[in-house]
T-cell receptor, first 116, second 116 residues
Framework: GAVVSQHPSRVICKSGTSVKIECRSLDFQATTMFWYRQFPKQSLMLMATSNEGSKATYEQGVEKDKFLINHASLTLSTLTVTSAHPEDSSFYIC????????????FGSGTQLSVL | AQKVTQAQTEISVVEKEDVTLDCVYETRDTTYYLFWYKQPPSGELVFLIRRNSFDEQNEISGRYSWNFQKSTSSFNFTITASQVVDSAVYFCALSEWDQAGTALIFGKGTTLSVSS
């Protein structure tokens, strides 16, 4: 089946630094990828929709300058948390859309970000 | 607006018991998709099922079964003869029928604990 690889799985960084998270579709092309955020024991909240070759669409309340999304190729989307602060600590998950009649979403394994 | 409600926050059962996880959704769309995902303690999301809105047939896959009732906007998930390995957070999700790329709207999840 289709596989989405997300890297790193865990990152610890100092406050003020930037962190980049990669999301790759390994055996299919994904024109659309999604980034979600999950707080402990909470649901997944959509942050933004990433479209290859165009600007990402951010959900209300998500700071686009803080969460930079780049979808430069059909198999890679990146989320960069800029000037991270402790309140950005969370579990970030990406998903990629396999298009076609039986289109479905495949999720990465998530990235646990801890900002000290 | 779309919304998914999983009223059961936590459920605890003993092995071999049957358990049903409830999911109620709201949407103004006439066509849509419904999903169930499992999130084990390791964090990744595991796809369980996708159902489109015009297919109301119930589905059974091993110990798992799903009851979709459009009349009550419910898509309930039953695990028969539960096992310890079923312990996880289960999310119900909804998306529009959109070829251009649509994100999932998740419920808050139900934490299932199965004890031996």
């Amino acid at each position: 089946g289709a596989v989405v690889s997300q890297h790193p799985s865990r990152v610890i960084c100092k406050s003020g630094t930037s962190v980049k998270i990669e999301c790759r579709s390994l055996d299919f092309q994904a024109t659309t990828m999604f980034w979600y955020r999950q707080f402990p024991k909470q649901s997944l909240m959509l942050m933004a929709t990433s479209n290859e070759g165009s600007k990402a669409t951010y959900e209300q309340g998500v700071e686009k300058d803080k969460f930079l999304i780049n979808h430069a190729s059909l198999t890679l989307s990146t989320l960069t948390v800029t000037s991270a602060h402790p309140e950005d600590s969370s579990f970030y998950i990406c998903s990629a859309k396999l298009q076609g009649f039986n289109e479905k979403l495949f999720f990465g394994s998530g990235t646990q970000l801890s900002v000290l | 607006a779309q919304k998914v409600t999983q009223a059961q926050t936590e459920i605890s059962v003993v092995e071999k018991e049957d358990v049903t996880l409830d999911c109620v959704y709201e949407t103004r769309d006439t066509t849509y998709y419904l999903f169930w995902y499992k999130q084990p303690p390791s964090g990744e999301l595991v796809f369980l099922i996708r159902r489109n809105s015009f297919d109301e047939q119930n589905e059974i896959s091993g110990r798992y079964s799903w009851n979709f009732q459009k009349s009550t906007s419910s898509f309930n998930f039953t695990i028969t003869a539960s096992q310890v390995v079923d312990s996880a957070v289960y999310f119900c999700a909804l998306s529009e029928w959109d070829q251009a790329g649509t994100a999932l709207i998740f419920g808050k999840g139900t934490t299932l604990s199965v004890s031996s």
